[in-house]
DNA sequence: AAAATAGTGTCTCTCAGACAATATAAG
DNA sequence: CTTATATTGTCTGAGAGACACTATTTT
């Protein structure tokens, strides 16, 4: 079994970028410059340049930055598709990523990306749609036990807004009661001290905050 | 950004192959052929090919078959490890997966693989200590909430062997009583009727079960 | 009967969900 | 004072852990 050489197969990294824009999860597209697709909607992604990005996290920070704009955000490596036939080019690598944005940075951010509501994201090419589904099942899954979630807000916010963020990403609603009793058990925030805000519609004021530290993760589901 | 082409990784994938023995999760080791760290004890694995392989997992099927004997096992992709340092030869991309084997059926192999307690592996070439943290966790974690701990037994089983192998997963004692109250509850198992067994030590002859699905994933924790 | 494992019953505590009640500010 | 949101409290039921108890077989 002396492998010593064998063609390779392409590599490259996708990143599955979420937003939340109108009480809704968003996917972030980009126009595909080349081809095949060249024009379709599509994730963001692209080569992992090995004379240029030391790792896999190092790709996904280079492309989103140069196409999205964006540096700093939250993400994480979600799973490797890899088959002869996802790419009609050849055997191909992505390794896939999840990254999440809140709107505010993307807004900020001034590139012309295409937002489309997650659970109606339309036709995608290659197996796009395979990653976003796997992307939405991760933000399910691991976001009822993580806090996650907040990274979809700025990094002051609301209880309220914080547990808008949970209902939108579980997919149901939560008690209010309950929600501050686990949140505060779990000692996830820090008041934002002095700083009180009146949030559009809010007759009172209320309690900003924000996250101690940029991931948690428990074993209490939310 | 019209990419065409770029220099490409190496694409491989590694197996961590874990089974019982004697009480303890050992992971099975094979020297490698070839360079670099010819002859060093190192995760089963390999190149994917291009020609040969439809995708990643059939990749590893291959792999398992060919260098450990192995069909039909337990496997999962873990998480992929792609830098410009991982491999003195070239920038490289390790799709990693866990497997799970029965003794019984690692035995039955007869290739002679080395089998190491996972939690005193020694050195290993790589990155191959990360991938095995890596799956370490992963069992652990996902072990609680999923019948995944159960691909290390045979396909019959009795209670006390389940409960031994979830408290071996999870490095915690488990109470009998609460124990098969969940398994009860979760309706995960089938009484292979009218087969008693006595295990070695045991005085009384026990109900022998089987996995009604071939793995289970629930909320609650075991 | 003793030993050893198989299997059941009960108590308590934590936590989740439901829902009610109170507090505070704007208009 | 009304309205709308913020914030707290109380009740109930599910499930987890602890522990004691019963059952069945071999020696």
Redesign the interface.
Known sequence: ????E??????TVDIVLLTLREERLHIALLPR??EPFAGVAALIG??????E????EAAVARILK??AGLSGIFFE?L??F????RDPR??S?S?AYFALVPQEVLDEAGVALELRPVDAAGELPFDHADIVRAARERLRGKGAYSTIPARLLPDIFTMSELQAIYETVMGERLDQSAFRRKINDLNLLEEVEGEKRQTERARRPTTLYRLKAPLAVF?R?I
């Open positions: 079994m002396a492998e010593t064998f063609p390779r197969p392409i590599v410059t080349a692209g080569y992992v340049h090995v004379e990005d030391s790792d896999a140069a196409k490596q799973q490797t890899a088959s002869v036939d050849d055997w690598v390794i074993d589901r």
